[in-house]
Structure formats: structure tokens, C-alpha cells
């Protein structure tokens, strides 16, 4: 019987012992100093300077413009040359990218692909004519499919007898 007694006896007075109020109530944040020209921005906006021209080194309006991310994954943006061949527009992207890859959709002969450094805020390029080519410019690295034997043979013609 006095060991029923004795137990929550033992219990109240470890409770009320070991509990003790914090005399430190100091409740202040260690100060932190964000930098003044910091916007806490994701994105920034992109200025296109493209020129387009055609064979006869004319410029050519209407090339459709295709701006992806660097692996071709995400469009960015799409647009099209206006009557004096250039593509003078601002388009918004991630800030973290450094490089964007350039598709040309509706001309045949033009280089596909390409990924272009973004200098600062811009990027630019020259595209089709005679004229050398401006601007940085890679290529995304793609590659053509070849068979895995490497040597073809033809059969023969085709005889429906």
C-alpha cells in the first residue's frame, strides 16, 4: 500500500521540480542585411536583336523565331521578322539562363538549333544571306540517327512474278 503512495507522490513532485520557467526572453532575430540592388526576381526581360536575309541578300520578313531554353525543353517565346528582315522585341526568361536555343520553324536553309549567349540583357544574331555570320553561336548538339551496322544493301529490284 505504500508503494501506491508513494509512486504518484514521487511523480507530482518530479513534475513540478523539473519544470522551470526560461528567465531569457529575449525574443530578437539576428539582424540580416539583404544587398540594396537585390530585387528578388526569378526572371528578367530578354531584348531580341535578329536580322533575317534571304539568298539574294535582301531582307526577308515573316521568319517565325522560336526561343527555348537551353535544352530545348521549355518555349519561351515565339515571333516573326518584321518587313525589314529584324526582330526587335522583348521577351521575359528565367534569370539563371546564360544561353537560349534558337529555332527557325518556317524557312528551309537557315541554321536550326543554335544556342545563343545572352550578352547582359540581349541577344542577337544574323541569319541567312551571304554576308559572314554574326554573333556566338553553337550548336544544341544533336545528332543524325545512323544504322547500327553502318553498311547498306540494296536487295534488288522488285520482281512480281
Same mark, same amino acid.
Given at each position: 500500500?505504500?508503494?501506491?503512495?508513494?509512486?504518484?507522490?514521487?511523480?507530482?513532485?518530479?513534475?513540478?521540480?523539473?519544470?522551470?520557467?526560461?528567465?531569457?526572453? =529575449?525574443? #530578437?532575430?539576428?539582424?540580416?542585411?539583404?544587398? &540594396? =540592388?537585390?530585387? @528578388?526576381?526569378?526572371?528578367?526581360?530578354?531584348?531580341?536583336?535578329? $536580322?533575317?536575309? =534571304?539568298?539574294?541578300?535582301?531582307?526577308?520578313? !515573316?521568319?517565325?523565331? *522560336?526561343?527555348?531554353?537551353?535544352?530545348? *525543353?521549355?518555349?519561351?517565346? #515565339? !515571333? +516573326?521578322? &518584321? +518587313? =525589314? /528582315?529584324?526582330?526587335?522585341?522583348?521577351?521575359?526568361?528565367?534569370? @539563371?539562363? &546564360?544561353?537560349?536555343?534558337?529555332?527557325?520553324? $518556317?524557312?528551309?536553309?537557315?541554321?536550326?538549333?543554335?544556342?545563343?549567349?545572352?550578352? !547582359? %540583357?540581349?541577344?542577337? !544574331? $544574323?541569319?541567312?544571306?551571304?554576308?559572314?555570320?554574326?554573333? %556566338?553561336? %553553337?550548336?544544341?548538339?544533336? %545528332? +543524325?540517327?545512323?544504322?547500327?551496322?553502318? $553498311?547498306?544493301?540494296?536487295? /534488288? #529490284? @522488285?520482281?512480281?512474278?
Amino acid at each position: 500500500m505504500k508503494k501506491h503512495i508513494l509512486l504518484p507522490l514521487l511523480l507530482g513532485v518530479a513534475t513540478f521540480t523539473a519544470c522551470k520557467k526560461d528567465a531569457n526572453t =529575449n525574443n #530578437t532575430s539576428p539582424s540580416s542585411t539583404v544587398a &540594396d =540592388n537585390f530585387d @528578388y526576381s526569378t526572371t528578367r526581360e530578354i531584348e531580341t536583336n535578329f $536580322n533575317v536575309k =534571304n539568298v539574294e541578300n535582301q531582307p526577308d520578313r !515573316g521568319v517565325k523565331f *522560336e526561343i527555348y531554353t537551353p535544352d530545348g *525543353e521549355r518555349k519561351l517565346f #515565339t !515571333g +516573326a521578322t &518584321d +518587313a =525589314n /528582315g529584324a526582330m526587335n522585341t522583348v521577351f521575359r526568361a528565367p534569370s @539563371y539562363l &546564360d544561353e537560349v536555343m534558337i529555332r527557325i520553324t $518556317n524557312r528551309i536553309g537557315l541554321a536550326n538549333g543554335q544556342l545563343i549567349p545572352i550578352s !547582359g %540583357k540581349t541577344i542577337s !544574331g $544574323n541569319f541567312g544571306g551571304n554576308a559572314p555570320r554574326s554573333g %556566338k553561336r %553553337k550548336f544544341s548538339g544533336t %545528332k +543524325a540517327i545512323t544504322p547500327a551496322g553502318g $553498311n547498306w544493301y540494296f536487295i /534488288g #529490284t @522488285y520482281d512480281s512474278q
